[in-house]
């Protein structure tokens, strides 16, 4: 795996996603040289610029090695900047992951399992954000109610990580770039 550089300079294209019609984000694609730079293939936090403007964000990967940026509205205002346009970013992955936000459903069920819970306060931001992510993945809101007592359990008997998780979209397709709106 490629050593992280200190910051990555690009440029990149504001697209707005095809779906939700009408949301208001964008996002944009790293350039291939710029996403090798990054110290892993799949999500990876990042504190940088956006056409001047400071952000903090984690990269997605795109399910083909790289990685995209959600670029929320807020955002988007800050930095004066349109869709369609090419945009100056400079990055550089944060020392340390951010704590990942816990869903509302997730929190209720650690909440009423206290072994599970246990392990939950003692494994990483990243396994945090994995488990999360594995959990949220799903289509179907069954998929999600049984992917949480699937996580509850094993947290349970100790399992730090989740399993089988294609971190980087390349196998399981988990994880792709958003499809862009004509």
């Known amino acids: ?107 209720r069920a650690l909440s009423v399992h206290p072994a599970a819970k246990a392990v939950w306060d003692d494994v990483t931001a990243v396994a945090r954000r994995d488990w999360i992510a594995w959990i949220t993945s799903g289509k179907k809101a069954e998929t999600r109610v049984k992917r949480i007592a699937v996580a509850i359990d094993k947290l349970a008997a100790g399992q730090r990580r989740a399993c089988c998780f294609d971190r980087s979209g390349k196998f399981g397709g988990g994880f792709c770039v958003p499809e862009a709106a004509e």
Do not use: C, N, Y
């Not at 949301?23 to 710029?34: E, G, I, K, R, Y």
């Open 1 to 107: 795996m490629p050593k992280p550089a200190g910051r990555i300079r690009f440029e990149a294209k504001l697209q707005r996603p095809a779906t939700p019609i009408g949301a208001d984000w964008a996002f944009l694609l790293l350039p291939s040289v710029a996403s090798k730079q990054l110290p892993t293939r799949s999500m990876v936090s990042v504190d940088g610029t956006l056409a001047g403007s400071p952000f903090q964000a984690t990269l997605e990967p795109d399910g083909a090695g790289g990685h995209w940026l959600k670029v929320g509205a807020e955002l988007l205002a800050a930095s004066a900047v349109a869709v369609g346009q090419a945009v100056a970013l400079d990055i550089a992955p944060m020392a340390k992951e951010p704590e990942p936000k816990l869903p509302d459903d997730l929190r």
